[in-house]
């Protein structure tokens, strides 16, 4: 984890239960999140605030206005 990743992340890092190790553990991670609806959207948003590092995002939909 680089210095710019430290600071990005501090306020997590900070927590007991998160730490280095668990933050690192986050960057190092691949999370697949199938659909992309109305709980995906801000899951997908959450997940990468967060630091997963790797997020693979499965939705079968056409973006379309009915669906934005």
Known sequence: MNDQ???RYSRQIILPEVGIE???ALLD???LL???GG???PSAMY???AGVG???IA???KVELSNL
Request: glycine share 12%; hydrophobic share 50%.
């Open 59 to 61: 939705d079968f939909d």
């Open 34 to 36: 199938i659909g992309v």
């Open 47 to 49: 997940l990468a605030a």
């Open 39 to 41: 709980l995906g959207s």
């Open 5 to 7: 990743d430290l600071l």
């Open 29 to 31: 991670s691949t999370m």
């Open 22 to 24: 668990g933050q690192q």
């Open 54 to 56: 790797h997020l693979i």
